[in-house]
């Protein structure tokens, strides 16, 4: 048993608000993230509501999904949202993923019945590499006017009279990269017109007219995210906080992304998703730790030009990316699920916190049967995934206000890797009580954790762990790992955990 933790817990302060859109997903047309994990056709055997699939729409609702990203990725910068609308759609390859065919049948009103049928906000990705600016401000034409100009009547035709809402616009995805290969200066030159054209219309929204300090006043109104920094370069966040500190009143933004992945081996030999030991373990650990000086580095350009904090940080795409199954199509990125995966979500969750006062969104990559995916779906089965089960436990976060911790978290080492021992953070839900999450990162030693919560009576919650660092649910197996209830022991306000190895405990103080 290695020496105990101990975390002092400023129980009656509070920082920034972790908002929920910190918990936001992301999914993009790329193997069966859509169509098979969240569309089947509304003539599908599986059990759907207008060709939403329940069961999956069912598990996301019990996360409160708070936003949903679409339709990409790099999907996004050669959308045409016009082939996904009215009878007829569009067949075309899918040629960022997989050389599939895409059938569009899943579009514009289908991603928005979904966001409607699950109570989440939208984040749309206009198409800034292979698009232009006017399809950008038709499309937002059509789904926010409430004035009938020939596009409300097409949206009206097709079944929405009412405008929709949109609460973030991505303006192009990745655009040093699949958006285009665009220098810094050129993006931030087809920025701004994205920025000042892609109109919100919705009068429950409108930042449009008039233009002129108008955006950042009204309360609903639709914040632009401009795309930032890479894993490894600066060079975008730099250009478009500088042309946003310069800029007219023509434009403007109301946040900066960062795309990060946790990439155990390297791009060209990732590193398998199941069947791994300590080893990948901890590499996996310590490259997700990167996520803390990405944000730091971007954090400090912001701050450079934004003292203030009015620009968000989204980490609008972020998880772990390892090899996909073996025998899938490599374009689909179908990779498994396992106890690592939900340490890293923990870690990296904690991250997002920690820097709320910047970071007010992220999105995670993907939500279904993608990457790093809260559901997997192969026909009609369905399992929750280790990381589901964070998201689940870390529920009480969303909204909370953080309260401060401190604590020496000591140091797991592994083949030459040494990592911190434990990780923790602290907030205050909405609903007024104090919560606590505990990551034991060691995958040997359980971890004693005391904290000194004055007037605590009780600390209950769910505790997820499993055998081996690898552990995972399969469609034989769906609930090998799941939360399983965890309490501390209470004396004279001092709370004591005994935290399995490789586990992530969340408690509710009462
Ligand atoms: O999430 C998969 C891909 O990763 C996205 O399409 C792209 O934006 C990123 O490179």
Redesign the pocket.
């Known amino acids: 048993q290695a020496a105990p933790v101990r975390i002092d817990v400023q129980a009656n302060r509070t920082g920034a608000t972790i908002e929920p859109d910190i918990f936001g997903q992301?999914a993009?047309h790329?193997g069966t993230g859509i169509y098979g994990g969240v569309w089947v056709g509304k003539d599908s055997p599986i059990p759907n509501v207008r060709g939403i699939r329940t069961d999956v729409l069912q598990a996301l609702k019990a996360i409160k999904v708070p936003n949903v990203r679409w339709p990409?990725?790099?999907?996004a910068d050669e959308y045409h949202w016009r082939e996904g609308i009215g009878p007829k759609r569009v067949e075309r390859v899918n040629a960022?993923?997989g050389g599939v065919i895409e059938p569009n049948t899943f579009g514009t009103h289908e991603f928005m019945d979904f966001v409607d049928q699950l109570g989440a906000e939208t984040f749309l990705s206009v198409n800034v590499g292979s698009g232009t600016v006017q399809e950008a401000a038709d499309w937002m034409e059509y789904l926010t006017t409430d004035k009938p100009t020939t596009l409300q009547k097409e949206r009206a035709a097709n079944g929405h009279p009412a405008p929709y809402k949109i609460k973030y616009l991505g303006l192009g995805?990745?655009n040093w990269?699949?958006g285009g290969a665009m220098s810094n200066d050129h993006y931030v030159e087809e920025m701004k017109q994205f920025a000042h054209y892609s109109r919100n219309l919705n009068p429950d929204q409108n930042h449009a007219v008039p233009p002129v300090g108008g955006a950042q006043s009204h309360p609903n109104a639709m914040k632009r995210v401009a795309v930032g920094w890479d894993s490894g370069n600066s060079d975008y966040t730099e250009s478009v906080m500088k042309a946003w500190k310069s800029k007219v009143w023509s434009w403007d933004i109301e946040g900066v992304s960062l795309?990060g992945?946790t990439i155990p081996n390297n791009w060209e030999k990732k590193g398998p998703s199941v069947g791994f030991g300590e080893d990948e373990y901890a590499k996996g650990i310590k490259a997700t730790l990167a996520m803390k000086e990405w944000i730091a580095k971007q954090s400090a350009i912001m701050d450079r030009y934004d003292p203030e904090k009015k620009l968000g940080l989204y980490v609008d795409?972020w998880g772990i990316?390892v090899d996909p199954n073996p025998g899938s199509n490599p374009g689909f990125?179908q990779q498994q699920n396992t106890l690592r995966d939900a340490v890293i979500a923990a870690l990296n969750l904690n991250i997002f916190a920690r820097n709320a006062d910047r970071v007010r969104g992220t999105n995670i990559?993907?939500m279904v049967n993608?990457?790093q995916a809260m559901i997997l779906t192969d026909g009609p089965k369905m399992l929750l995934t280790p990381t589901y089960h964070v998201y689940h436990m870390y529920v009480p976060f969303q909204g909370a206000k953080v309260v401060p911790v401190s604590f020496e978290a000591g140091t797991y080492t592994h083949g030459g890797i040494t990592l911190p021992r434990v990780d923790a953070i602290a907030a205050r839900g909405t609903d007024g009580k104090l919560y606590l999450s505990l990551t034991n990162v060691d995958a040997n030693k359980p971890a004693r954790i005391t904290a000194a919560v004055p007037g605590a009576r009780r600390a209950t919650g769910q505790v997820l762990t499993g055998p081996a660092v690898d552990t995972h649910n399969s469609f034989d197996n769906p609930n090998r790992i799941a939360p399983k209830p965890f309490s501390g022991r209470v004396s004279g306000g001092q709370l004591t955990f005994d935290l399995p190895a490789k586990s992530v405990a969340v408690v509710e103080v009462q």
């Open positions: 992301f993009e790329l990409g990725g790099c999907f960022s993923w995805n990745e990269g699949c795309h992945y795409e990316w990125l990559a993907q993608v990457l």
